[in-house]
């Protein structure tokens, strides 16, 4: 995985924990939100920092593991 596969992947997380786009991406118009905003940022940071950013992974990876579990199960 390179980095920016890596950063996306942590850009999935973060939106689905708040419902918003990383610092950088571009929000839909009709949000009338800019992902670059001051409040934004400062909560990537915080978040990326964080031990929730970790829990956040394992619980996705989890979350992943058990579809995977349940579709071998189905073959």
Known sequence: MDANERFEIIGEL???RFHR???GKDEAAATY???????NVAQF????NSEQAFDDALE???RLNYQI???????
Do not use: M, V
């Open 60 to 62: 996705c990876i989890s």
């Open 14 to 16: 973060y939106q689905r």
């Open 21 to 23: 786009l990383r610092p």
């Open 33 to 39: 939100r800019d992902s670059g905003d001051d409040e």
């Open 45 to 48: 940071k915080a978040w990326r």
């Open 69 to 75: 579990t349940k579709l071998e199960d189905q073959l």
